[in-house]
């Protein structure tokens, strides 16, 4: 039987969505991810009335366009994989926006709960730097996309690659309870990419009292939800893998607690 916290990728529709995940699917409130893939010369057009959007180009070209501001040519690289930053675009709530390929692309749509009346936004590719987290085995290559640093209501957005053998979300941490100054509580969505294709990969997602606990094997494209709980990844030798993730819950700020049975890694000399 298949986890209900896993949700798998399909044929592309009439639209090009090959996957979607929204708050009423997911069972919560906050985080709805979509993934839309476009050939060469198709639109994908777009509104939340309520919800703010990240479009996130992660491989190929596209031309964006919010409420009839042009951000020109976005995105460009090969694949997830590339060494370099995606294309990425923010838009407010209630502002329509349009995406038109311009090579073969893959796109991300990350909403949350917003407010209308913000300005759309090219993000940079520099304000999106790769930076490189843990050591070891534990090491894997970051790169914030919409950081709590970033204007926005609601969202939380970043990507990681994982070299096959390594670990990633870990020590296992969580973000599902609010405590003021110690921890925030926010929903999460892993998108999963791997390379090769053929590989997959193992999340683990489970509480305290274990009255959540499964182990999940990933293939190339699915999404892993997170309602609540600790999350690490570990991808296999010879396998690397991506996630991008989206966050979002009542208050737009990442503070997670380690697993106490596992936080003596991080204390290690």
């Not at 990844?233 to 996630?243: F, W």
Request: aromatic share 8%.
């Amino acid at each position: 039987m298949m986890s209900k916290l896993l949700v798998r990728s399909h044929a592309p529709d009439a639209s090009g969505s090959v996957l979607e995940v929204t708050p009423a699917s997911a069972g919560w409130t906050h985080v709805g991810f979509q993934v839309v893939k476009l050939a060469a010369g198709d639109t994908f057009d777009g509104s939340e009335p309520n919800r703010e959007t990240c479009v996130v180009v992660m491989s190929g070209t596209a031309e964006v366009s919010a409420e009839g501001v042009s951000f020109g040519k976005v995105g460009g690289r090969a694949s997830v994989f590339e060494d370099r930053a995606p294309g990425a675009v923010y838009v407010p709530a209630a502002t329509p926006y349009v995406v038109t390929a311009v090579t073969d692309v893959e796109l991300a749509l990350c909403t949350a709960p917003g407010k209308p009346g913000g300005e759309a936004r090219l993000i940079a590719e520099g304000d999106m730097p790769r930076e490189t987290r843990g050591q070891g085995t534990n090491t894997r290559l970051v790169r914030n996309i919409l950081p709590e640093t970033a204007p926005a209501d609601g969202l939380l957005v970043v990507e990681v690659i994982t070299p096959g053998g390594h670990w990633s979300s870990y020590p296992p941490h969580k973000h599902d309870t609010a405590a003021e100054g110690e921890e925030t509580a926010l929903e999460e969505t892993y998108y999963h990419r791997l390379n090769p294709p053929q590989g997959f990969a193992f999340q683990r997602v489970y509480t305290d009292d274990r009255s959540l606990d499964e182990t999940v094997c990933v293939q190339d494209g699915d999404v892993v939800m997170v309602p609540r709980g600790y999350h690490p990844v570990g991808a296999p030798h010879g396998y690397d893998l991506y996630y991008l993730n989206v966050m979002a819950g009542p208050h737009r700020k990442w503070i997670f607690r380690n697993d106490p049975a596992h936080d003596w890694i991080m204390r290690k000399a």
